[in-house]
């Protein structure tokens, strides 16, 4: 159980995985760090295996996985991630997935945090943000903002029961289905997330065949308490949270519009 508190990983290099840290079976708490421009097969930034870590008030920029999870790749285990920024992360090959993160089995936890200009570059890519295979992972009160992908621009999901409340998605890009989040099968639930960004052919939400069930939410599919109404959203900047966010701007259709059970506190 090591603590890691005010450290910079930069340009390191792993053959395999974990080009700036690799977690094997254990409990870390790592606090305050960057991880940039570091190189791996498998998470550039950071690789979780059947790990447990807490991760906090990190930023991940400029990484790049040679198949998954340019950021970070978090497979099995419930490593709980808060308040994170994924700037600029890659994953590069042919079928490579996870720009900013990939996360296969176990139940992950990743609230507050940011995913900007991620981006899954090959000519199969799947998720610019992140990647979810077969994982009960819960993202909450998450930015996916101009990431992009050939599948799911600002992620995509495979299987598994994820949970997706209190997120923003806007101006992600795919270049073939689901600009916002490509659902290839699994039974997701989504909650209290706004779907925005400008008309594409490629849709903001593209299903399929997962049992998805998606609520009070800014989007065009059907579902209790779901508008297609402008939420106005602000530019990614410093609204005076852990990372940066989109803002509501004045005659936001997401305004009050949530279901109050799983909103957060504040705004």
Sequence with gaps: SPTVTNCTFSVNTANNDGGGIYMYKATPTVTNCTFSVNTASNGGGMYIYDASPTVKNCTFSGNMANT???????????????????LG????????SGGGMYIEGGSAMVMNCTFSGNMATASNGRGG?????????????????????LF?????MSSGTPTVTNCTFSGNTATTNGDGIYIYSGTP???NT????TESAAGQ?????ANLTITYSITDLPGQGNTNADPKLGPLKNNGGPTWTCALLSGSSALDRGKNADAPKTD
Excluded: R, Y
Aim: aromatic letters at 6%.
């Design 194 to 197: 706004i779907f925005w960004g």
């Design 152 to 156: 799911g621009g600002g992620m995509e």
């Design 205 to 209: 939400i593209v299903n399929v065949e």
């Design 189 to 191: 639930k989504v909650t």
């Design 89 to 96: 992360n890659k994953a590069t090959a042919p079928d490579g």
């Design 68 to 86: 998954n999870g340019g950021g970070m790749n978090i497979s099995k285990g419930s490593p709980t991630v808060t308040n994170c920024t994924f």
């Design 129 to 149: 943000g992140m990647t979810i295979e077969q994982s009960s992972l819960t993202v909450m009160n998450c930015t996916f903002s101009e990431n992009t992908a």
